[in-house]
Every structure is written in structure tokens, then in C-alpha cells.
């Protein structure tokens, strides 16, 4: 079975381009109906069946869902866990997950796999239409365009990522300043909320030069994310697993210091360790440790009998240094 991709949420999931795309495994939240003992086993369970699983969380995510898996990783003391937060949109990262599933058909490694999540995500152009600015705290806002929100009518092309870049939209027309888009070819995938308008497929879609236009549900993360419900979610990213293979394979492999595991760029998607400068690789041998983002597990309930099964320690590898 290829590498696990898990997201928090349903609404991360995009339906695959073919049938050989394999699924997301969707992680439940932390709840009174979904308590530590279930998050435990169904880790587990995707650990026995996949071998490795690369989870994929937004920024925005709460803190008790992230100490959630942090809690679950270190509980399980798995080094084929890897926990990646990710700056990009909700609707951006649904695509990077997406791109993700199908590289994992491919021969690449689970190491390499999970340190091209960040690779890919620098092209992967995300942004929002937004009615109001007003409590957006993930993109620099000039106090003028503040000023400028509570103006009835406003409207604000924002681009999260790559480089984060803010343009006032005239309302009925909708012209005024232009979001730089992507110098290769894309497809783009829209989300609508409460605002409407087509400013995205009528003046946005035709200036990138996209080589289609897709509709998706709105993730329920979005509205927390562009702290308003009056917006149009937009992202674009390279649709051919081809061009995301090449892209990828053509980046140098390293073996990490640490666990071991293959990874390209400069850290380590499973443990966090940051590639060895050039001089030190090779000098320096691995010891034990708790892996960097490996967590504390500090405030663990007690778990249930079954539970304590899978998490009863067993020989590993070092995850940190």
C-alpha cells in the first residue's frame, strides 16, 4: 500500500482526477465522542496498513487539535508519523494533499514524499476575494485598506501564497489592481461563500492564463482562516503528475542525520531535523533522542487496556536529535 496522506477535515479531500488516485484518510477531531483512545487506534490502523502516514494540517488549525496528534505520535513513539503544518489556505492545501495522493503511486519514498509537501506548496498560488479585510491577520493589511473595508461594496483580491499581496476590487466592474499569477501552467479550483461574485473565473481565471476552472465545496476551515464568510476561495496548482514527478526527482536526495529517512531540501518532513551543513555530513553519528516536533504527550489521559496494547514501546530508531 503507498504512504498514508491524512488531513483534518472532510472538506480537505478533493475528488481524484482518475481512479488510480489513492484516498485521503481523514483524521477526527478531538471530541468527547471521538476521545484519545480512538485517535490512538485509528493512527494505529493506518500505520498497519500503509506503513507510513504524512499528515497534512493548516496554521489555523486549534491548539487542541494539534497537541491532539502531537499527543497521538509520541503516545504510539512511531517514527513513521509526520506532522506538517502548513501556512497555505484551506482550499490550497486540499490541492497540495491531492498532488500528495498522487505522488504516492510513484516510486518515491516516504521521506521524499513528505519533505515535497513543502516544495510544492511554493507553487501552489492561493488567495481569497474577500468583502471585508477588517480582522485578516495572515496577510499584511495597510491601514488604509483596513479603512477602505468598511466601505459598503468593498471588495479585496488577496493572495495568501506564494508571496502574499493585497489589490482593492472596484465593486461593479470589477477592475483595480492585479494579483501576479503563475508563470506555468495551472488549473484553478474556486470555492464560493456568502460573497457573490465572478470576479475569479471573469477577470482573475482569463490574466493567469489557467488551463481550466473547477468548482469545490467551501472548507469550513476557510471562514476561520480569512476571518470573514464573504469571500471566494481560489487556488492554483500544477494538475499533471507528470510536471510534479519531474519537479520533484529533480531535487537533490540527502539521507537525514537523524532517522535516516531520504528527504530532499533542507529538513527532514518526519523527524524535523534540519539538513547538516555540507562540512558536518558524515561527521557526525546519530545518538538517541526525541525527534524535534516528536511532542511531549504531556497531558495524556489514562487510556484503556486495548489502547495501552498499541502504545507499549517497541525497538525504533532514533526520531530526533
Not at 521524499?112 to 492561493?126: E, K, Q
Amino acid at each position: 500500500m503507498p504512504t498514508a496522506i491524512a488531513v483534518t477535515s472532510p472538506d480537505l479531500v478533493l475528488p481524484p482526477p482518475d481512479r488510480q488516485t489513492p484516498p485521503a484518510a481523514v483524521l477526527h477531531p478531538a471530541s468527547k465522542q471521538h476521545t484519545l483512545d480512538h485517535s490512538l487506534a485509528e493512527m494505529h490502523t493506518l500505520l498497519e496498513q500503509h506503513g507510513y502516514v504524512i499528515v497534512l494540517y493548516p496554521a489555523s488549525l486549534p491548539a487542541r487539535a494539534v497537541h491532539r496528534l502531537h499527543t497521538v505520535r509520541s503516545l504510539l513513539e512511531s517514527d513513521r508519523i509526520a506532522l506538517l503544518r502548513l501556512d497555505l489556505p484551506p482550499l490550497g492545501l486540499a490541492m497540495l494533499a491531492l498532488q500528495l495522493r498522487q505522488l504516492a503511486l510513484c516510486d518515491f519514498s516516504p521521506g521524499v514524499l513528505a519533505s515535497a509537501a513543502r516544495l510544492l506548496s511554493h507553487y501552489i498560488y492561493a488567495g481569497a476575494l474577500l468583502g471585508s479585510v477588517t480582522k485578516l491577520d495572515r496577510v499584511p493589511v495597510s491601514l488604509t485598506s483596513h479603512a477602505k473595508s468598511w466601505v459598503p461594496g468593498s471588495q479585496f483580491a488577496v493572495l495568501a501564497t506564494p508571496q502574499p499581496h493585497l489589490v482593492k476590487i472596484s465593486g461593479g466592474n470589477g477592475q483595480g489592481g492585479t494579483l501576479e499569477g503563475p508563470g506555468f501552467g495551472t488549473q484553478l479550483l474556486i470555492a464560493k461563500g456568502q460573497l457573490q461574485s465572478d470576479w475569479v473565473t471573469s477577470h482573475l481565471a482569463p490574466a493567469w492564463k489557467v488551463q481550466g476552472v473547477g468548482e469545490a465545496r467551501l472548507p469550513a476551515e476557510s471562514t476561520r482562516w480569512w476571518a470573514t464568510g464573504r469571500l471566494v476561495e481560489f487556488a492554483a496548482a500544477i494538475p499533471d503528475i507528470s510536471m510534479l514527478y519531474q519537479l520533484v526527482s529533480s531535487v537533490k536526495r540527502e539521507d537525514c542525520h537523524w532517522c535516516g529517512l531520504e528527504l530532499i531540501g533542507d529538513r527532514c518532513g518526519f523527524c524535523a531535523a534540519p539538513l547538516l551543513a555540507r562540512e558536518q555530513r558524515g561527521a557526525r553519528a546519530r545518538g538517541p533522542g526525541v525527534g524535534p516536533g516528536a511532542g511531549s504527550g504531556t497531558g495524556a489521559r489514562e487510556l484503556s487496556p486495548a489502547t495501552r496494547a498499541l502504545a507499549t514501546p517497541r525497538p525504533r530508531r532514533a526520531i530526533g536529535p
